[in-house]
């Protein structure tokens, strides 16, 4: 499988590239990045043969199977949609788009044209979400409510690595867009009431720095999640689940009950690295020429609920 990375230094195009490196039968054959002296030094550091700084020209190689789209959000459904109809399966980092319209839109090409598109919802494939989903499966799990922090200290436009944003990133659109996928996925239901509430906005950037989020689902199963981009503390996302039989604590690949003891999770998946297992799925169902887990179709329900929330501000 021949993968082009598009978006390949960023913060996240560095991670599916060291993810892809751990799958064997899998060779990163062409990268893109918009600035050309920063994507020719990064494939030659790689030993990657074709570097671009437009996405076009990756699409025209011969040898380029798929695309790993890891761009600035706001590109992702022009993107995606040029994939597909280039017809080159295309896995686009989350969000799929950063809007309603965007998104349908790219479920209306993925049907027209039956090339396979899967949105980067990663905590599907996280071990510790994974672990609570297959115990939900098993029916030995039932969510009656998730308590969700999703925390970062960001009053710049800075990405991941601490470096200068070329775009902006977004509480909703981004990082709720995990959560709201991951609750409708574990409760197995699309969300039937929700609503949101934004605190101010940046001065400069335009965007909401904090953010409160309610959920619920037609059974009763409740989430709420909070928001920010002012915490000065500890990062990340960190998730309760409140269940039937015990509750849970996951923190990105770990997986703790709710008194903090570790649970042993390393017989839930080839690896612990959910970037890693999310890419597997993704080669897995081109090669098995199935639709994937995270699908584009599967993942617009939670931007149908994004978009709900969306109209409560």
């Not at 996280?126 to 200290?153: C, R």
């Amino acid at each position: 499988m021949r993968i082009c990375v598009a978006g390949a230094y960023g913060a996240f195009g560095i991670k599916h590239l060291d993810a892809l490196a751990a799958i064997d039968g899998v060779e990163v054959t062409s990268v893109m990045g918009p600035t050309k002296d920063k994507i020719e030094a990064l494939a030659a550091e790689r030993g990657i043969g074709h570097a671009a700084t437009t996405l076009e020209e990756c699409l025209a190689q011969d040898n380029v199977d798929a695309v790993i789209l890891a761009t600035p959000t706001q590109l992702h459904a022009e993107q995606a949609i040029a994939c597909m109809k280039a017809g080159k399966p295309v896995l686009v980092e989350i969000p799929m788009a950063d809007s309603l319209a965007d998104s349908e839109e790219i479920v209306r090409v993925q049907k027209e044209t039956g090339v396979l598109a899967m949105a980067g919802q990663v905590r599907r494939f996280n071990p510790s979400h994974q672990w609570i989903h297959n115990k939900i499966a098993a029916g030995e799990l039932k969510v009656q409510q998730m308590d969700v922090q999703t925390y970062f200290f960001r009053r710049s436009n800075m990405n991941a690595k601490g470096e200068p944003r070329s775009w902006t990133d977004h509480l909703l659109w981004h990082h709720a867009c995990h959560t709201v996928d991951l609750f409708q996925y574990q409760t197995g239901e699309t969300v039937s009431e929700a609503f949101g509430l934004e605190g101010p906005h940046h001065p400069e950037l335009g965007i909401a720095m904090d953010m409160s989020i309610g959920m619920k689902t037609p059974s009763g199963a409740l989430c709420t999640l909070s928001l920010s981009f002012n915490n000065d503390g500890p990062l990340g996302t960190f998730f309760r689940y409140i269940c039937d039989n015990g509750t849970y604590i996951a923190r990105y690949d770990d997986l703790f009950d709710g008194y903090d003891k570790p649970i042993d999770l390393s017989n839930v998946a080839v690896s612990n690295n959910g970037i890693e297992l999310i890419d597997r799925e993704f080669i897995s169902a081109i090669k098995e020429e199935r639709e994937p887990n995270g699908s584009v179709r599967q993942v617009l329900e939670a931007m149908r609920t994004l978009d709900k929330i969306e109209k409560c501000f």
